[in-house]
T-cell receptor, first 116, second 111 residues
């Protein structure tokens, strides 16, 4: 298995531009998570999906951020318009979630976003 | 969410055991104790988890205090590759439970 796949691995853009980050979860997993990591705030959960349905988006910083999961094998995180403070590493993770289960999350390699 | 408290950092020598402590005095009966680690420039990875009893796997051991208010991750023989940030996280048993990462403890391993 290739693990969680994220693209692009690095993104440099200018303030005001739209940015789209992509994630392919591990086949068979039913939960998908988007995290953001910065030196100041550490690793923060932005949103997570279960069976393609958003369950908790309370971590999404503001309306400029949106996430979709059109099917079980693909998700996007979009920032429009981007701002310099959005610069961070964005991780996608997936898991096979069940009540009482380990629900181990498998993380992708991350996308390093720099907004100039 | 119940919180965990970890030291900021710890140093170890290669091939020696390492004990990484975690306090979680407000843990509830439905909270599992999970440990993840993040190697430099990588995403976090699962290490181990437990509820009440001590646990062992190929990566580490988890020792849980009888009152469950603290736990210790044990690396039996540290290697240079074990240098990472280790996160102790409480997670309830529901299907839609989430991980809330704190600052973790940064482990340095001296050759």
């Amino acid at each position: 298995d290739a693990g969680v796949i994220q693209s692009p691995r690095h993104e440099v853009t200018e303030m005001g531009q739209e940015v789209t980050l992509r994630c392919k979860p591990i086949s068979g997993h039913n939960s998908l998570f988007w995290y953001r990591q910065t030196m100041m705030r550490g690793l923060e959960l932005l949103i997570y999906f279960n069976n393609n349905v958003p369950i908790d988006d309370s971590g999404m910083p503001e309306d400029r951020f949106s996430a979709k999961m059109p099917n079980a094998s693909f998700s996007t995180l979009k920032i429009q318009p981007s701002e310099p403070r959005d610069s961070a590493v964005y991780f996608c993770a997936s898991s096979l979630s069940s009540s009482g289960g380990v629900n181990e999350q498998f993380f992708g390699p991350g996308t390093r976003l720099t907004v100039l | 969410d119940a919180k965990t408290t970890q030291p900021n950092s710890m140093e170890s020598n290669e091939e020696e055991p390492v004990h990484l402590p975690c306090n979680h005095s407000t843990i509830s009966g439905t909270d599992y104790i999970h440990w993840y680690r993040q190697l430099p420039s990588q995403g976090p990875e699962y290490v181990i988890h437990g509820l009440t009893s001590n646990v062992n796997n190929r990566m580490a051991s988890l020792a849980i205090a009888e009152d469950r208010k603290s736990s210790t991750l044990i690396l039996h023989r540290a290697t240079l590759r074990d240098a990472a940030v280790y996160y102790c996280i409480l997670r309830y048993t529901g299907a839609n439970s989430k991980l809330t990462f704190g600052k973790g403890i940064t482990l340095s391993v001296r050759p």
